[in-house]
């Protein structure tokens, strides 16, 4: 089968690989669709290595169908299952993130895509030793939610856990997200599903034109340019007004967007860092005892992230549909990260059989 393959830093190629084995336990998916996630873009750019050996194949956002299952494996499952999965590849099941059932922040975790083989490609291995400590890296996906779609959910968990779970935002409270790539847009959503009354998208100028009227039809009520001669925090203040801002979702990542967050919300509020960047914040914190600023580092989500957004999007709350803006076949996804590296697309599907 072919496969998308980081093979050095920053360098990719279209590879004929092995199709995975399948061991007593485990269950190979075949990958009918995979998304394109803004954090691939940094392997793909070198701005991130591979976080386990080369080469491996790329892609951890996808849905399929179970394809083959191992003598011993979970009689949960039946071949042909539409399935959507998780990322995860492994964990130690032992330590207390794990024990919380936070599996994502096992320490030992291994991630399809990042640090072994991942989804774009045509056939995926999800392990019966990781089945059986965490059952639930794998749902089943309702045939309300169409399988071009269902890549989507697993930003849309990130999202609700950001907005929901960690955010706890309440129903009349006012919610900025700064960043308009697929996790802000989808935090908008989320925002607007929790019943935030102003919902306010901080984006680039370059978000105009195709980011920001989606972030619209995602539920934002306001969208400010942070851009040269904007005041950004007197903008909000004006929406909100002396209710203020109860949560900003950070989902950019660049140290300036922070202290615009951390200025921006709130005393007692709530900031969510969901964006990326390794460069030093350069600013003092005193602000945050000040204001008693809640700062919360995020990654991932948890089962019953997963599960409520399956939910929400089995039943039409949930709108993927529109953050999808291109499709490409696997022949041609180095168009595809092209795109979102110089922000033109929003969320862009592979086909793996094309």
Same mark, same amino acid.
């Given at each position: 089968?072919?496969?998308?393959?980081?093979?050095?830093?920053?360098?990719?190629?279209?590879?004929?690989?092995?199709?995975?084995?399948?061991?007593?336990?485990?269950?190979?998916?075949?990958?009918?669709?995979? $998304?394109?996630?803004?954090?691939?873009?940094?392997?793909?750019?070198?701005?991130?290595?591979?976080?386990?050996?080369?080469?491996?194949?790329?892609?951890h956002e996808f849905a399929g169908t179970?394809?083959?299952?191992?003598?011993?494996?979970?009689?949960?499952?039946?071949?042909?299952?539409?399935?959507?999965?998780?990322?995860?590849?492994?964990?130690?099941?032992?330590?207390?993130?794990?024990?919380?059932?936070?599996?994502?922040?096992?320490?030992?975790?291994?991630?399809?895509?990042?640090?072994?083989?991942?989804?774009?490609?045509?056939?995926?291995?999800?392990?019966?030793?990781?089945?059986?400590?965490?059952?639930?890296?794998?749902?089943?996906?309702?045939?309300?939610?169409?399988?071009?779609?269902?890549?989507?959910?697993?930003?849309?968990?990130?999202?609700?856990?950001?907005?929901?779970?960690?955010?706890?935002?309440?129903?009349?409270?006012?919610?900025?997200?700064?960043?308009?790539? $697929?996790?802000?847009?989808?935090?908008?959503?989320?925002?607007?599903?929790?019943?935030?009354?102003?919902?306010?998208?901080?984006?680039?100028?370059?978000?105009?034109?195709?980011?920001?009227?989606?972030?619209?039809?995602?539920?934002?009520?306001?969208?400010?340019?942070?851009?040269?001669?904007?005041?950004?925090?007197?903008?909000? $203040?004006?929406?909100?007004?002396?209710?203020?801002?109860?949560?900003?979702?950070?989902?950019?990542?660049?140290?300036?967007?922070?202290?615009?967050?951390?200025?921006?919300?709130?005393?007692?509020?709530?900031?969510?860092?969901?964006?990326?960047?390794?460069?030093?914040?350069?600013?003092?914190?005193?602000?945050?005892?000040?204001?008693?600023?809640?700062?919360?580092?995020?990654?991932?989500?948890?089962?019953?992230?997963?599960?409520?957004?399956?939910?929400? $999007?089995?039943?039409?709350? @949930?709108?993927?549909?529109?953050?999808i803006s291109h499709k490409l076949p696997?022949?041609?996804?180095?168009?595809?990260?092209?795109? @979102?590296?110089?922000?033109?697309?929003?969320?862009?599907?592979?086909?793996?059989?094309?």
């Open positions: 089968m072919k496969g998308l393959v980081l093979y050095e830093r920053g360098k990719t190629e279209i590879r004929e690989v092995d199709m995975p084995a399948c061991g007593d336990r485990d269950i190979i998916i075949k990958v009918e669709y995979a $998304a394109i996630c803004g954090g691939g873009v940094h392997f793909y750019n070198g701005t991130l290595p591979c976080l386990g050996e080369y080469p491996i194949i790329l892609g179970i394809a083959q299952m191992g003598p011993d494996a979970d009689d949960y499952w039946k071949l042909g299952d539409r399935v959507v999965s998780e990322n995860t590849a492994s964990v130690c099941g032992r330590c207390p993130a794990c024990e919380k059932g936070n599996f994502v922040n096992c320490p030992e975790r291994e991630t399809l895509g990042c640090s072994v083989d991942g989804a774009f490609t045509q056939y995926v291995k999800i392990p019966g030793d990781l089945l059986a400590v965490y059952p639930n890296c794998l749902f089943r996906l309702p045939e309300e939610i169409a399988m071009e779609t269902a890549p989507l959910l697993e930003p849309a968990a990130n999202a609700y856990m950001a907005v929901v779970q960690e955010g706890r935002v309440m129903p009349g409270e006012n919610v900025v997200v700064f960043g308009a790539g $697929a996790l802000g847009l989808l935090s908008v959503q989320m925002a607007k599903i929790a019943g935030a009354a102003n919902i306010i998208l901080v984006g680039m100028p370059t978000d105009e034109e195709t980011r920001f009227p989606c972030g619209r039809k995602m539920g934002a009520t306001h969208t400010i340019v942070n851009g040269a001669g904007v005041d950004v925090a007197a903008e909000i $203040a004006r929406i909100c007004g002396p209710s203020g801002v109860a949560l900003c979702v950070d989902a950019a990542g660049v140290p300036a967007v922070l202290k615009q967050a951390v200025d921006t919300v709130r005393n007692d509020g709530m900031v969510v860092r969901i964006g990326m960047n390794d460069k030093p914040y350069g600013h003092g914190m005193d602000v945050v005892n000040i204001k008693s600023i809640s700062i919360v580092g995020h990654m991932g989500y948890n089962t019953t992230s997963w599960r409520n957004v399956i939910s929400l $999007a089995k039943v039409g709350k @949930l709108e993927l549909a529109s953050l696997l022949s041609d996804i180095k168009h595809g990260f092209d795109l @979102l590296k110089d922000q033109t697309a929003i969320k862009i599907v592979i086909d793996p059989d094309h």
